[in-house]
């Protein structure tokens, strides 16, 4: 019997630009920049053995935000508004934290099990820092502000700037009217259906253990675990 070793090496082809293979482990990473379908070929090559193997895989993305037009419910409007696909994972609040204490920002660490588990432990105010160190970030004109300055730093207590078109947390109208489906909703008992083994991790079928965001079936608007 033989076995891959420290001289096997790992190429891609096919790879969209904003992803990178590591030629030592093959782990494949990076950040999608555009949604769409892309077919990639692995090659390890080991040079001890002169063997390659090859496999192809088929990698999709889908846009992280989706727009979910407006409606009633229950007496109250709900404006249209935009809302991420997925929860914040443990990789995208690392990724955001590491550039905004860079930047002038004060904002703590966030538990995940996984790079693509939901980010968890966190509080209030670093969480609207974060929103805003992401505005920032990605050119947007932050929400949360103290006195008309952009909350970066501290625990005062922010308000809402409804002109900024940056980040922020939906209100209880917007996941209400969202996990419901909004005007696609079919009524169901869960956010995505009846079956709720379907929909969402829980107690009984997750071992007791977060688990990667979208790993479940999404609801009428493409939006996953939000039971």
Known sequence: ATTWNST???????????LTINSTTGVISGTPATAGNFTVTLTAANQNLQQNATATLSLSFLEPFVDVAGGSRYGTRVPPFRIARTETTGADWDEVRDWALKNGYSIGNATATGPLNPAASVSWINVVKWCNAKSERDGLEPVYKVNGAVLRTGSSSPSADPAANGYRLPNEAEWAWAARGGLQGGNFTYSGGNSLDAVAWFAANSGGQSRPVAGKAPNELGLYDMN
């Open 8 to 18: 096997t090496t790992y190429t891609a082809s096919g790879l969209p630009a904003w």
